[in-house]
């Protein structure tokens, strides 16, 4: 949070995630990805907003992606993220998803993420 002059404001980035979340929640029936994404690394989980349960979860920190994609740009690990959580929740089942960004833009890292979800099979 940024403040100026004793008044907080939130960052931009906030600002847009939170009006993202007024509208896209998850159900049982459809659950919410969501992606977050530092300078160095990215995060994806399925959550269940009901039960307010984490379902599955990958990032570019996990052995799986590490190892693999030890010297590779961000992009590729990126895309090797979103085939992870794809591949983790059709072995728990589940198949329609909601996608939320996060509010980052639909663009670069993101995107990747998104794509290759779909590609593994997920469907949103």
């Not at 979340?21 to 919410?32: I, N, S, Y």
């Given at each position: ?16 995630h939170?009006r ?9 029936q459809?659950?919410?990805?969501n ?7 990215i ?11 984490t379902?599955v979860?990958?990032?570019?920190i996990d ?6 994609l030890?010297g590779?740009?961000k992009?590729?690990k990126?895309?090797?993220v979103?085939?992870l959580?794809?591949?983790?929740a059709?072995?728990?089942?589940i ?5 939320d960004?996060g509010?980052?833009l639909?663009?670069?890292r ?5 794509e290759?979800?779909r ?6």
């Amino acid at each position: 949070m940024v403040s100026k002059k004793g008044v907080k404001r939130l960052s931009e980035r906030k600002v847009r995630h939170l009006r993202v979340r007024k509208r896209v929640t998850g159900t049982p029936q459809r659950l919410r990805l969501n992606v977050f994404r530092s300078s160095a690394h990215i995060y994806a989980q399925i959550i269940d907003d009901t039960k307010g349960q984490t379902l599955v979860a990958a990032s570019s920190i996990d052995t799986a992606v590490r190892e693999d994609l030890g010297g590779q740009v961000k992009m590729a690990k990126s895309q090797a993220v979103g085939k992870l959580i794809a591949e983790r929740a059709r072995e728990k089942g589940i198949t329609r998803v909601v996608f939320d960004r996060g509010g980052y833009l639909y663009h670069g890292r993101v995107k990747a993420v998104a794509e290759a979800a779909r590609e593994g099979g997920l469907e949103f």
